[in-house]
Each structure stands twice: as structure tokens, then as C-alpha cells.
């Protein structure tokens, strides 16, 4: 089958950083995307890999590594307005459809 | 401005009266899509379609239908809403890459919180 995999949950400091990882197994790949979501709002993009390595975005930077299935959302100098969702998703190819996590719920503390 | 638009943003019904949800896009977007946002199952797809008079289901397409006659619009119709079909649903629109090398981020509709009592 195809899934990804994501924490469910984690916390996080005002002004630290925080990693959130995203493991994948599918039978294709055309790139993956993550998205945030605030509660009761819809998904925005923040970020595609295609190709392995790390690509940085102001605060935010996603990793991958296509061998390993493997791929974070690196989020630094963190803001309360950063307590969101955040969804892993791959485009595996097949179907032409995307697959989601389940997202990770992250919470920004004072 | 780029957007996805879907209305209504709210709407309480009742077991067995059909509705429709529409969701039009602005930026000629071959490619759309139709999920429902369950808490504790994510984003689960119902329908979506790679372009005009084509379209497919996803993984959850049970109770929905789906048209695509241009290429803005692609209503989602609950024929017999049943209560659970109760959800926060979305509408995304993307591009397809030349070369068949996959889609382009999705951009989302505001979503629209259906329940069905």
C-alpha cells in the first residue's frame, strides 16, 4: 500500500526551532509538498522537493532524501502564529493524485 | 487575484435533500479535486478530474457525484446527504506539469462546513 507517516503532535518554544518529519512509501514519486493549516482554515503551500537535498524559504526550509523516503519541514525562530497544522504529501504518480499524512498539530508556547 | 472560491461556506441540512456545493477557480487550472477533512482521518479525496468532461474517484467517492463541464467549475452534488457526510470539505485546483512529471501545489478553496441532522 501507500502512507505516510507523521507525528501526530508536538510542542515547541517562541523564538526555537523545530523539525517535523514526514516518511513515505509509495509505488511512485513525482515530488513531495507541505502544506499548513490553521484550525478551521484551508491548507496553504509552503514547500515542494523533487529533488533530494534541502530547500530554504525564509524561515521554513524541507529536506529530502528519496532513497531513505524521508523528508522534514524545518521551521525556525518560531512565532505563536505558527501553531498549525502541518500536512506532508506526495505525489506518487499513480492516478494522478496526491497522498496526505495525517498531519502534525504543532503547538507554539510563550 | 489567484483564488479558489466555494460556496456556501456553511450549510445545515437535512437527511435526504440534495445540495450542491460549487467551487470555481480562477487560474485555469486543468487540474481539480474534492476532499472531506474528518479529525483523526485527515484529508480524505472524493472526486477529482484532469480536465473538461474527465474525471475520476478518489478514495472516498460513495454518496457524491461530480460534473466538470468547463474547466473553472466542478461542483460537488450530495444527491441524498446522509449524516455521515457531515465533514469540512475543500476544493483544490492545480497545474499539471508538462511531461507527465506530476502537479504544481494546489491552491485551496475557504472550505464548507456541511452538516446533516
Known amino acids: 500500500g501507500q502512507n505516510i507517516d507523521q507525528p501526530t503532535e508536538m510542542t515547541a518554544t517562541e523564538g526555537a526551532i523545530v523539525q517535523i518529519n514526514c516518511t513515505y512509501q509509495?509505488?511512485?514519486?513525482?515530488?513531495l509538498f507541505w502544506y499548513q493549516q490553521h484550525a478551521g482554515e484551508a491548507p496553504t503551500f509552503l514547500s515542494y522537493?523533487?529533488l533530494d537535498g534541502l530547500e530554504e524559504k525564509g524561515r521554513f526550509s524541507s529536506f529530502l532524501s528519496r532513497s531513505k523516503g524521508y523528508s522534514y519541514l524545518l521551521l525556525k525562530e518560531l512565532q505563536m502564529k505558527d501553531s498549525a497544522s502541518y500536512l506532508c504529501?506526495?505525489?506518487?504518480?499513480?492516478?494522478?493524485?496526491?497522498?496526505w499524512g495525517l498531519g502534525t498539530s504543532l503547538a507554539v508556547n510563550p | 487575484e489567484a483564488q479558489v472560491t466555494q460556496n456556501p461556506r456553511y450549510l445545515i441540512t437535512v437527511t435526504g435533500k440534495k445540495l450542491t456545493v460549487t467551487c470555481s477557480q480562477n487560474m485555469n487550472h486543468e487540474y481539480m479535486s474534492w476532499y472531506r477533512q474528518d479529525p483523526g482521518l485527515g484529508l480524505r479525496q472524493i472526486y477529482y478530474s484532469m480536465n473538461v468532461e474527465v474525471t475520476d474517484k478518489g478514495d472516498v467517492p460513495e454518496g457524491y457525484k461530480v460534473s466538470r463541464k468547463e474547466k473553472r467549475n466542478f461542483p460537488l452534488i450530495l444527491e441524498s446527504p446522509s449524516p455521515n457526510q457531515t465533514s469540512l470539505y475543500f476544493c483544490?485546483?492545480?497545474?499539471?506539469?508538462?511531461?507527465?512529471?506530476?502537479?504544481?501545489?494546489?491552491?485551496f478553496g475557504q472550505g464548507t462546513r456541511l452538516t446533516v441532522v
Open positions: 509509495t509505488s511512485g514519486f513525482n515530488g
Open positions: 483544490a485546483s492545480s497545474y499539471r506539469r508538462p511531461g507527465g512529471l506530476g502537479l504544481t501545489e494546489a491552491f
Open positions: 522537493n523533487v
Open positions: 504529501a506526495v505525489d506518487a504518480g499513480n492516478n494522478r493524485k496526491l497522498i
